[in-house]
C-alpha cells in the first residue's frame, strides 16, 4: 500500500499493533532550516542555487557551510533548530510506536550530528534503545572549511602554516539508529505472540552479524531523480536481518523517498506499506513497484 500525505497524520488512521517492522531515512535536518521539514525548504534552497557550482546543496546550521558569524544569536538559532527537529521526530515516533506490534524493530537512518536526538525522541515516544548501526558508505566529501585555502583568498601570510587543518572530518559513515517497541515479558513469549523481536544475526558464510554494514554502497545505483536513495542491497539486508519472513509481516517506511524499502520488500515477498508527502516521488515509487516482479509468500 502506497499513502500520500504526510505522515504524522496518515500514521494516526493506521491500526493500532499492526505493523512489524520500520525502515525508515526521514530527512537528517540538513535540508531544512525553517521550521517545516517538508521538503519545500529543500526546493526552495535548490532552486536559488541550481546554476552555481556549489557542491553541497543542504547545509544544516552548525555544519561549518550554513554561514554566518558564529556569535551567540547563531549558535541559539542552531540550538532552536535541533529543539525543534526532535520535537518533530517525537511526533512521529509517537505514532509509528502506537501502530508497531510488542517487539517491532525500528531502524532510522540518520547522520552523525543528529542521530542523539532522534534516539531521545525516539525514546521520549516509548521505544527501547538497542544500538547504532553504522552504515559505511566508503564516500564523503568533506563539508567544511579548508583553513589554507581560505586564508589564501585573504592574501594571509600564514597561510601555508595552515596546510591540513580542517574544520570538519570526511563522513564516512551514516547511522542506522535501532529501537524496540517493548516486548510483552520476554523475547520468546513476545516472538511467539507477535513474530517479532529477534534479529537473524548468523550471515550465509557463517559469520556473526558486525554491527557494521558495509560493501552496500554501490556509486553506479539508479538515483531515481531522488536526492538520497539508499542502496537496493543494504536495505534489503535489513529486512532479512530485523523481520522473520511470513505471509503477514508488514514492513513500513513513513518516509519513502524513491520507494526503496518498499521495493527491496516486494523483491523479498514481504508486506509493505509506504508515506510519501511529495506527489512527484509517488510516481517514481509506483514506477518502481510496476518493475518488481513479485515472489510468492512462504510462512
Ligand atoms: C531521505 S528521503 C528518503 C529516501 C529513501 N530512503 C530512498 O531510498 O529513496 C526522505 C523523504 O521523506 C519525505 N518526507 C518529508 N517529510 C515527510 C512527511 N511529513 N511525511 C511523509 N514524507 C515526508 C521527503 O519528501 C523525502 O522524499
Known amino acids: 500500500?502506497?499513502?500520500?500525505?504526510?505522515?504524522?497524520?496518515?500514521?494516526?488512521?493506521?491500526?493500532?499493533?499492526?505493523?512489524?517492522?520500520?525502515?525508515?531515512?526521514?530527512?537528517?535536518?540538513?535540508?531544512?532550516?525553517?521550521?517545516?521539514?517538508?521538503n519545500?525548504?529543500?526546493?526552495?534552497?535548490?532552486?536559488?542555487?541550481?546554476?552555481?557550482?556549489?557542491?553541497?546543496?543542504n547545509i544544516p546550521y552548525g555544519s561549518g557551510l550554513a554561514g554566518g558569524v558564529r556569535n551567540k544569536r547563531w549558535y541559539e538559532r542552531n540550538y532552536r533548530n535541533i529543539i525543534e527537529y526532535t520535537q518533530w521526530c517525537k511526533e512521529w515516533g509517537q505514532q509509528l510506536f502506537k501502530i508497531c506490534k510488542s517487539g517491532a524493530p525500528v531502524a532510522v537512518f540518520n547522520s552523525t550530528r543528529t542521530v542523539a536526538h532522534v534516539q531521545v525522541a525516539l525514546e521520549d515516544a516509548g521505544f527501547y534503545m538497542r544500538d547504532i548501526l553504522v552504515y559505511r558508505r566508503h564516500s564523503g566529501i568533506p563539508k567544511g572549511l579548508n583553513l589554507k585555502r581560505k586564508l589564501e583568498k585573504m592574501n594571509h601570510p600564514d597561510a601555508e602554516k595552515w596546510e591540513g587543518w580542517h574544520t570538519c572530518f570526511r563522513n564516512e559513515w551514516e547511522a542506522i539508529l535501532l529501537v524496540q517497541k517493548p516486548l510483552v515479558k520476554?523475547?520468546?513469549?513476545?516472538l511467539q505472540r507477535t513474530g517479532v523481536g529477534v534479529f537473524k544475526t548468523i550471515n550465509e558464510d557463517g559469520s556473526f552479524q558486525s554491527n557494521i554494514l558495509e560493501g552496500y554502497y554501490n556509486k553506479s545505483e539508479k538515483k531515481f531523480a531522488h536526492c538520497t536513495v539508499k542502496p537496493l542491497e543494504l536495505i534489503k539486508k535489513l529486512i532479512l536481518t530485523l523481520i522473520p519472513k511470513s505471509s503477514d509481516?508488514?514492513?513500513?517506511?513513513?518516509?519513502?523517498?524513491?520507494?526503496?524499502?518498499?521495493?527491496?520488500?516486494?523483491?523479498?515477498?514481504?508486506?509493505?506499506?509506504?508515506?510519501?508527502?511529495e506527489s512527484e516521488y509517488i510516481d517514481i515509487i509506483d514506477e518502481r513497484l510496476n518493475s518488481v516482479y513479485l515472489p510468492s509468500l512462504t510462512k
Open 186 to 190: 520476554n523475547y520468546w513469549e513476545t
Open 40 to 57: 519545500k525548504e529543500i526546493n526552495r534552497r535548490l532552486e536559488r542555487i541550481k546554476n552555481s557550482k556549489t557542491l553541497v546543496k
Open 249 to 277: 509481516n508488514i514492513v513500513l517506511d513513513p518516509f519513502a523517498g524513491s520507494g526503496t524499502t518498499l521495493v527491496a520488500s516486494k523483491q523479498l515477498g514481504y508486506h509493505y506499506t509506504g508515506i510519501e508527502i
Open 1 to 38: 500500500m502506497i499513502i500520500h500525505g504526510d505522515c504524522i497524520e496518515e500514521l494516526k488512521k493506521l491500526e493500532s499493533n499492526s505493523v512489524d517492522t520500520i525502515i525508515t531515512d526521514p530527512p537528517y535536518n540538513y535540508e531544512c532550516i525553517g521550521r517545516q521539514w517538508d
